[in-house]
């Protein structure tokens, strides 16, 4: 079977259920997936960040109150709003925080596809205590921002894609993150899950003002090719609210959106990539191989690193080092998110 043939079957899979598309965290199995085949593409072009706001006065958090307790108190919950600085929509942030004396850690938590906040506050249930993993984390001493990206969950706004104006959104919310007197803003991660990695590089690309520390990355698609698994479409579907329906021909869209291009210009102390055995969409591990050698190519990153691997190594679709299909956020976003914290 040819290599568009094989995109172009696996890509009507995800788009029959991509209502939700490149959700963050699916506890299922993976979508089926063929053996993987070695795919090419165009050399990419390192473009300049541009159109970013303002950040010399920092945002601020928008009614921001307490909505309980959680561990017997050993994490304090607070929800509320950050105006997003482009399109004025107000987007939810839910802040979960230790109750021991800081400042901590500070770490945001980025959904993927279409999806919101909302999934990093749901019971895993794959875990002993059933917790969410929002309260697992601020029980490790950090400070955890969840959010909704524009149009998702309650957050208001058109659905962005994670395109400048979700970027921007989140910038803002680091910013006002960082100014909290419970925080170290020296000490701040992002983690991304899926699609994600589309608004985590976004903004480490176009805010390096912000300084983060450090980036997870699970399984994130690195380019327009990835995310729409193998450019299938001439034209986008109706009434099907996914970042993979869209054309890979039209560049305007995707000039804002392929995190290949923004990782070569960062800034950034460590970036950690996450790639299982199985990945949750693609049919290959190419995209995580296109992420590894952009960041590698970058200077301004002198910490890469994939799963277990070799710090700053390339790898081949025969090399990667890839690990088991287990529950990603607590076998391995988290231990991550720990460690290198305390770089």
Same mark, same amino acid.
């Given at each position: 079977?040819?290599?568009?043939? =094989?995109?172009?079957?696996?890509?009507?899979?995800?788009?029959?259920?991509?209502?939700?598309?490149?959700?963050?965290?699916?506890?299922?199995?993976?979508?089926?997936?063929?053996?993987?085949?070695?795919?090419?593409?165009?050399?990419?072009?390192?473009?300049?960040?541009?159109?970013?706001?303002?950040?010399?006065?920092?945002?601020?958090?928008?009614?921001?109150?307490?909505?309980?307790?959680?561990?017997?108190?050993?994490?304090?919950?607070?929800?509320?709003?950050?105006?997003?600085?482009?399109?004025?929509?107000?987007?939810?942030?839910?802040?979960?925080?230790?109750?021991?004396?800081?400042?901590?850690?500070?770490?945001?938590?980025?959904?993927?596809?279409?999806?919101?906040?909302?999934?990093?506050?749901?019971?895993?249930?794959?875990?002993?205590?059933?917790?969410?993993?929002?309260?697992?984390?601020?029980?490790?001493?950090?400070?955890?921002?969840?959010?909704?990206? =524009?149009?998702?969950?309650?957050?208001?706004?058109?659905?962005?894609?994670? /395109?400048?104006?979700?970027?921007?959104?989140?910038?803002?919310?680091?910013?006002?993150?960082?100014? =909290?007197?419970?925080?170290?803003?020296?000490?701040?991660?992002?983690?991304?899950?899926?699609?994600?990695?589309?608004?985590?590089?976004?903004? =480490?690309?176009?805010?390096?003002?912000?300084?983060v520390k450090y980036w997870s990355d699970w399984e994130g698609p690195s380019s327009r090719f990835y995310t729409t698994v193998g450019c299938p479409r001439t034209q986008s579907r109706a009434g099907i609210t996914s970042p993979a329906n869209f054309q890979c021909d039209d560049d305007a869209h995707w000039a804002e959106r392929e995190a290949s291009i923004f990782i070569q210009s960062l800034s950034l102390d460590y970036y950690w990539r996450i790639q299982e055995d199985k990945d949750h969409v693609q049919p290959t591990h190419d995209h995580t191989l296109e992420m590894?050698? /952009?960041?590698?190519?970058?200077?301004?990153?002198?910490?890469?690193?994939?799963?277990?691997?070799?710090?700053?190594?390339?790898?081949?679709?025969?090399?990667?080092?890839?690990?088991?299909?287990?529950?990603?956020?607590?076998?391995?976003?988290?231990?991550?998110?720990?460690?290198?914290?305390?770089?």
């Open positions: 079977m040819n290599t568009k043939l =094989l995109y172009g079957i696996i890509a009507l899979l995800v788009l029959t259920i991509a209502s939700l598309g490149y959700m963050y965290f699916e506890r299922s199995e993976p979508t089926p997936a063929p053996t993987p085949t070695t795919t090419t593409q165009e050399p990419l072009e390192t473009q300049e960040p541009t159109d970013t706001q303002d950040l010399s006065s920092p945002a601020e958090f928008i009614d921001m109150e307490s909505t309980g307790t959680e561990l017997g108190g050993a994490v304090s919950v607070s929800s509320g709003w950050i105006e997003n600085p482009t399109t004025g929509d107000l987007q939810s942030v839910r802040l979960y925080e230790p109750s021991s004396p800081g400042p901590h850690p500070l770490v945001i938590l980025i959904p993927g596809g279409s999806g919101d906040g909302n999934a990093f506050e749901r019971p895993n249930l794959d875990t002993a205590e059933q917790l969410p993993d929002a309260i697992n984390l601020a029980h490790e001493e950090f400070v955890v921002v969840v959010y909704s990206p =524009l149009g998702t969950g309650e957050s208001e706004g058109e659905i962005n894609y994670q /395109g400048h104006d979700d970027q921007d959104g989140l910038a803002a919310i680091i910013a006002a993150a960082q100014a =909290l007197p419970q925080t170290d803003p020296d000490n701040t991660g992002l983690a991304s899950f899926s699609y994600g990695v589309t608004g985590a590089a976004g903004v =480490l690309a176009r805010y390096p003002e912000l300084g590894l050698d /952009g960041a590698l190519a970058n200077s301004n990153i002198p910490w890469v690193r994939v799963n277990n691997g070799e710090m700053n190594a390339s790898y081949t679709a025969e090399t990667l080092p890839t690990v088991t299909n287990l529950n990603h956020f607590p076998v391995y976003a988290m231990p991550h998110i720990i460690e290198l914290s305390q770089m």
